[in-house]
């Protein structure tokens, strides 16, 4: 971090009182769209305020979990600050890397604009720039709480980042480095944040809990909302303990890392792994010592390493290995061993015995299923129990041939086989799989629709990389096409149908890519596209939208749709079951309820919420 003493000598020990918005929300868990008018009224334009963003976001039973709008307004003597990105853009994440801003003598014209975030109606800014606190995570999802009711993200002003947690403002900080650590499901203004070299300060409920502790980090808070878990070391930055409402449960370690400490989902369960290291005959060793779940300690022998922690139901399940060194046999070099542990009986079970490489592949159905190896190389699929579901003798496997399973949520299994001649096959429940019973180059995708588990898969026919033969397959249906695909990612399988949307891209030159929306091997409209975003189906498969785009700036990459100045400077179009809907929207979303798309428009100088 730069320049600590400059940077916090003008700011107080204590921090300034944070601004807030009501966290009233107009929308509720028992409100349904359904029940609501074609359309709501969700804020009021100033004069010379333009809407340039807009996102609804869902509760799992389908109701108004939040409404996000960005508008923004002209300001061209504005100073402005940037901070050096040190790789180029790519995908969805705004930013990348570290550092603080420099001064921009040269800003684009996006840039001089304030831009002002409208959440649940509520007005919030100006600011140069909107990101999530961390700047890696561009979907606005994850930057509101489970209510619904509040949201925290970061704000540029000027030279420095102001971050807003649970709807308050609080001081600032300079590095992205230094952003704050906090728990945005649960909508609590509760954070860390390292004000100083080497020193952090924890603010529970907004208050100033502890000053000075060299590290603080993994911050989070249980399902219910009642109990807080951090890793933190108040002296040495190498003596790390795992805290529950400010009492050790774990510890001291050398290493927790972020996936090492938290709550087990929708319980206030705590559980914690870390480790020491040690050298050991000249070589670096990592003692665990106890796997914490709760008030049990389950020992873990010296020497030996510990995978994360996985959970299904009742059960926590992780993999203890021991390595063996010298062995000049993979499937002997590890040995590895299965902890299934319940929390509610307090039974412990192990199965070991496993080679090579063995994980956690799938909690389907609430059951745990492992992909492992025997010492002898057959590659097995393990269910919850130890019981072997099926396996693949070494010498079937075409030498050292990969093999992978996939589980659906009722039990039903995929083996996807790789010969020595680098070609698959796909078995079934352990039998041909007539729709990939071909001889082809690659799996791109194989998997089980989420809801029905039902079989999906993507087959690349020709090759491996840069193929333009697929085959597509959802359920019974499956047919082959032959073009340029681009990412894989762009396709969408129907839960309630068997068919299957994905974009089809045609190359026309360096930085000219034209794209389309295809469903079951045919064309949903004529016009293509430089860039089609958001695309979003009805369960049923009958019905389609996307946000679409013909700009010519070769900077703007929008095939994302997040809060970029450049990308919401550049106009999109709302196309809706292949045509055109005219005006200005944000992004589709499928409401079960309505049986409609919802999403925000500009209508005159009002922002709606809108069904069509």
């Known amino acids: 971090l730069l320049a600590f003493s400059a940077v916090f000598g003008i700011l107080s020990l204590h921090a300034k009182k944070p601004t807030k918005i009501s966290t009233v929300s107009p929308y509720n868990k028992q409100q349904s769209l359904g029940n609501a008018s074609s359309s709501e009224k969700i804020f009021s334009l100033e004069p010379n305020e333009e809407y340039v963003y807009g996102k609804v976001g869902l509760h799992d039973n389908g109701t108004v979990k939040y409404t996000f709008a960005i508008t923004r307004k002209p300001n061209s003597s504005k100073e402005l600050y940037i901070r050096e990105k040190l790789f180029p853009y790519s995908g969805s994440q705004p930013l990348q890397g570290g550092g603080t801003m420099r001064r921009n003598n040269n800003p684009a014209d996006y840039d001089l604009f304030d831009y002002f975030v409208v959440f649940n109606g509520e007005k919030l800014g100006p600011y140069d720039r909107i990101y999530e606190m961390q700047q890696d995570e561009g979907n606005v999802d994850y930057w509101v709480s489970g209510s619904g009711n509040e949201i925290s993200f970061a704000s540029v002003k000027g030279q420095r980042y102001w971050p807003i947690i649970s709807n308050r403002t609080y001081p600032s900080f300079w590095s992205v480095r230094q952003a704050p650590i906090y728990c945005p499901a649960s909508g609590k203004a509760t954070f860390a944040i390292q004000w100083g070299q080497n020193s952090f300060r924890l603010f529970e409920n907004g208050r100033l809990k502890y000053d000075g502790w060299s590290s603080i980090k993994a911050l989070e808070y249980s399902d219910d909302g009642e109990n807080l878990l951090y890793i933190g070391a108040e002296k040495n930055p190498r003596e790390l303990y795992v805290f529950v409402n400010h009492e050790k449960i774990a510890g001291p370690f050398n290493i927790v890392n972020h996936v090492g400490a938290g709550f087990i989902p929708k319980t206030n369960i705590p559980y914690a792994v870390g480790f020491n290291n040690d050298v050991v005959d000249g070589r670096s060793v990592a003692n665990y010592g106890h796997v914490t779940i709760g008030s049990k300690k389950i020992p873990v022998p010296d020497g030996h390493q510990v995978g994360n922690l996985s959970f299904a139901g009742n059960w926590v399940s992780f993999i203890v290995t021991e390595v063996h060194p010298n062995q000049n046999n993979v499937f002997k070099d590890k040995t590895h061993t299965i902890y299934e542990y319940n929390y509610k009986t307090n039974e412990l079970k192990k199965h070991d015995g496993y080679g090579y490489h063995t994980a956690v592949l799938s909690t389907a159905g609430n059951t745990f299923y492992y992909s492992a190896y025997s010492q002898n190389g057959d590659a097995l699929l393990v269910k919850q129990g130890g019981e072997v579901l099926y396996r693949v ?12 399973f996939r589980v659906g949520k009722n039990g039903d299994f995929f ?25 082809f180059a690659t799996i791109r995708y194989a998997g089980f629709c989420a809801e029905t588990g039902k079989p999906q898969m993507v087959i690349a026919l020709d090759k491996p990389v840069g193929a333009t033969q697929r085959r597509f397959i959802n359920g019974e249906n499956y047919f082959n096409l032959e073009g340029d695909f681009g990412s894989d990612h762009q396709r969408i399988f129907a839960t309630k149908s068997n068919d299957i949307f994905h974009i089809e891209r045609e190359v026309l030159g360096p930085n000219n890519r034209r794209h389309r929306v295809f469903k079951n091997s045919k064309p949903m409209h004529s016009k293509q596209y430089r860039f089609i975003a958001q695309l979003t189906i009805s369960p049923d498969g009958r019905r389609f939208a996307a946000l679409v785009s013909n700009s010519s700036n070769p900077n703007a990459t929008l095939n994302f749709y997040h809060t970029e100045n450049i990308q919401m400077h550049e106009k999109r ?3 809706v079951d292949g045509k055109i809907i005219e005006g200005n929207f944000g992004a589709p979303i499928w409401s079960s309820q309505k049986q409609k798309f919802i999403v925000l428009q500009q209508v005159g100088n009002d922002i709606q919420l809108v069904g069509l």
């Open 393 to 404: 003798p070494r010498s079937q496997r075409g030498g050292d041939g990969n093999i992978y």
């Open 415 to 439: 083996t996807v086989i790789t010969d020595s001649n680098d070609k698959q096959r796909v078995l079934y429940n352990g039998k041909p799989y007539g729709p990939a019973a071909i001889d």
């Open 573 to 575: 179009s709302l196309m």
